[in-house]
């Protein structure tokens, strides 16, 4: 209580306990009841019991509702499992939306039922220069070259989310400003774009990529490319797979490259 903060136990003691309770008083008075109940659970969001739906092998899915203290909807986390038809589990799919049901977040994990390939595990997709030796951010671990963009190229680049931001701040003030940066992440394992993760760990809003989009339809059209795929794109995977079929290629060729 603000009115009892920074008193000392001697001080406390010293308090008869109708002064006590007029200083919890005139602290709690002004609260809203969001206010209270989060003072009373000592919290500020709260879940709700999971929704587990199952089938022959397991879960088939668990959605997970966080609400604030009046009950609002905050976000809802959506983890699906899929299955193999021996039982054991092929992939675990999550999906997070907020209150406007936009998605948020996502991922996803692939099993194999055969010993693990050897080699990177996750690939971030850049559009950045040829020549990246000037680049200080980290070009983290091994990277790829693609398919030559003009002046410039896609990248499949290691770069775990530690990195991620660093590297997509300094790409995205180069000129031409806010076109480069980081594009899409992939699984070089199973060769699958996560279309929120990058718009996620950049801070990037649907706003702001679908400008970049445009942006980058605009060089391509200036190098006299067919952008009629990228122009309609509204994820990140498609923005690439855009980008690739504008050049001539297909996002095969992109994963052949790798």
């Known amino acids: 209580m603000s009115n009892l903060t920074g008193k000392t136990l001697s001080e406390l003691r010293a308090m008869t306990p109708s002064e006590i309770c007029t200083a919890r008083v005139a602290?709690?008075?002004?609260?809203?009841?969001?206010?209270?109940?989060?003072?009373?659970?000592?919290?500020?969001?709260?879940?709700?019991?999971?929704?587990?739906?199952?089938?022959?092998?397991?879960?088939?899915?668990?959605?997970?509702?966080?609400?604030?203290?009046?009950?609002?909807?905050?976000?809802?986390?959506t983890i699906e499992h899929t299955y193999f038809p021996t039982g054991e589990i092929n992939e675990i799919i999550r999906v997070v939306r907020n209150a406007s049901g936009d998605e948020i977040d996502d991922g996803r994990i692939?099993?194999?039922?055969?010993?693990?390939?050897?080699?990177?595990?996750?690939?971030?997709?850049?559009?950045?220069?040829?020549?990246?030796?000037g680049i200080t951010a980290p070009m983290h671990g091994k990277c790829w070259k693609l398919i030559d963009v003009g002046n410039y190229s896609l990248w499949a680049v290691d770069a775990p989310a530690s990195v991620l931001m660093a590297l997509h701040e300094e790409l995205w003030a180069m000129s031409p400003t806010e076109v480069l940066g980081v594009l899409a992440v992939a699984s070089a394992r199973s060769n699958v774009f996560l279309p929120a993760a990058v718009r996620h760990?950049?801070?990037?809003?649907?706003?702001?990529?679908?400008?970049?989009?445009?942006?980058?339809?605009?060089?391509?059209?200036?190098?006299?490319?067919?952008?009629?795929?990228?122009?309609?794109a509204t994820t990140e995977h498609d923005v690439v797979n855009g980008i690739v079929v504008a050049l001539g290629y297909t996002l095969q060729n992109v994963w052949d490259a790798m």
């Open 27 to 77: 602290y709690l008075a002004p609260l809203s009841k969001k206010e209270l109940i989060e003072l009373e659970m000592d919290a500020t969001e709260f879940t709700d019991k999971p929704e587990v739906t199952t089938g022959e092998h397991g879960i088939l899915a668990r959605t997970q509702t966080m609400r604030d203290a009046e009950g609002d909807v905050l976000q809802v986390e």
């Open 110 to 133: 692939e099993h194999s039922l055969t010993a693990q390939p050897v080699g990177h595990s996750v690939l971030t997709v850049v559009l950045a220069p040829a020549d990246v030796s």
């Open 201 to 232: 760990y950049t801070e990037v809003s649907v706003e702001d990529a679908l400008a970049r989009r445009d942006k980058i339809a605009d060089y391509l059209d200036g190098l006299g490319k067919n952008t009629t795929v990228l122009c309609t």
